[in-house]
């Protein structure tokens, strides 16, 4: 994924989760310092490379927040449902790279259905080759079919805003829910 960023030439923000050692007992990376936990997994010198365009966090963002930047063009996403909810609600087009489960089938259906979605192709085991993530970054950020996709995108949040705003379908299904829960409390 370092090498697919980085030859990309875009801007990012990536959250990486480095792995635990092999042995089970607990133990952390044997360095706390940040920065050589991240050189630790990352590719040499990846970091100093793209310091100037990249941020690497080692722990939990917050991702709500960090889709609604107005700089954030694309998100790459596991294709898990809530994941994709919060980038359609901010109006972002999404880089699909399922792990495992129904994701799978939420990929199929962003990139063949919805065409909200830019598939990653996969391995047999999963992986993704950098070539291919560097590709579809390009294309979302930059070419025609990333245009496309940014304008249903597009559409999906304004539908989205529209259903859970003041008189929209979803808003008044929960408000129903809510008087009903209500009525059911006080029966």
């Given at each position: 994924?370092?090498?697919?960023?980085?030859?990309?030439?875009?801007?990012?923000?990536?959250?990486?989760?480095?792995?635990p050692?092999e042995?089970?007992t607990?133990?952390?990376?044997?360095?706390?310092?940040?920065?050589?936990?991240?050189?630790?997994?990352?590719?040499?010198g990846?970091?100093?490379?793209?310091?100037?365009?990249?941020?690497?966090?080692?722990?939990?963002?917050?991702?709500?927040?960090?889709?609604?930047?107005?700089?954030?063009?694309?998100?790459?996403?596991?294709?898990?449902?809530?994941?994709?909810?919060?980038?359609?609600?901010?109006?972002?087009?999404?880089?699909?790279?399922?792990?495992?489960?129904?994701?799978?089938?939420?990929?199929?259906?962003?990139?063949?259905?919805?065409?909200?979605?830019?598939?990653?192709?996969?391995?047999?085991?999963?992986?993704?080759?950098?070539?291919?993530?560097?590709?579809?970054?390009?294309?979302?950020m930059?070419?025609?079919?990333?245009?496309?996709?940014?304008?249903?995108?597009?559409?999906?949040?304004?539908?989205?805003?529209?259903?859970?705003?003041?008189?929209?379908?979803?808003?008044?299904?929960?408000?129903?829910?809510?008087?009903?829960?209500?009525y059911?409390?006080?029966?």
């Open positions: 994924m370092a090498v697919g960023l980085e030859r990309s030439g875009h801007r990012f923000l990536w959250v990486v989760r480095i792995p050692p042995d089970t607990g133990r952390t990376l044997a360095n706390p310092e940040v920065e050589q936990r991240l050189e630790s997994v990352l590719p040499e990846f970091l100093e490379r793209t310091k100037h365009r990249g941020l690497v966090w080692d722990s939990w963002a917050p991702q709500v927040e960090v889709l609604s930047h107005n700089s954030v063009g694309g998100f790459v996403t596991h294709c898990g449902w809530n994941s994709v909810l919060e980038a359609v609600c901010h109006g972002l087009p999404l880089i699909a790279w399922p792990l495992f489960a129904e994701q799978r089938l939420n990929k199929v259906f962003l990139s063949e259905e919805a065409k909200l979605a830019l598939p990653l192709e996969q391995s047999a085991e999963g992986f993704v080759r950098a070539e291919e993530l560097e590709k579809q970054i390009r294309q979302l930059g070419a025609k079919s990333g245009a496309a996709i940014r304008r249903r995108v597009t559409a999906m949040n304004e539908g989205a805003t529209a259903a859970t705003g003041d008189g929209g379908s979803s808003r008044a299904a929960l408000d129903q829910l809510a008087q009903l829960w209500k059911v409390k006080d029966f």
